[in-house]
């Protein structure tokens, strides 16, 4: 069973906001150290099959971005896909 998650980038402009975002969003433990490493490490420690959806991903903070893009190389059990604002 994979597991969807659809994420709206305009919640995530900004670090701090992102990481508070996607803890809620994400369902990440509460050990989550609300950092771009905490994030990565999450993200590849986890073995379910995972579709993350990146709504307005021309919007999320450039670190954030990169941390998904890298974790999704790393494990096999992750697709991003990354959509775009149209406006």
């Given at each position: ?20 975002y996607l803890k809620e969003n994400l369902n990440l433990p509460d050990y989550y150290g ?54």
């Amino acid at each position: 069973m994979t597991h969807v998650y659809e994420l709206d980038g305009n919640q995530m402009q900004n670090s701090a906001q992102a990481h508070a975002y996607l803890k809620e969003n994400l369902n990440l433990p509460d050990y989550y150290g609300m950092n771009a490493d905490a994030l990565f490490d999450c993200l590849t420690e986890d073995s379910r099959e995972v579709l993350i959806w990146l709504n307005s991903s021309d919007k999320i903070d450039k670190k954030i971005l990169k941390v998904f893009e890298e974790a999704s190389q790393e494990n096999p059990f992750i697709t991003i896909v990354e959509i775009e604002d149209d406006e």
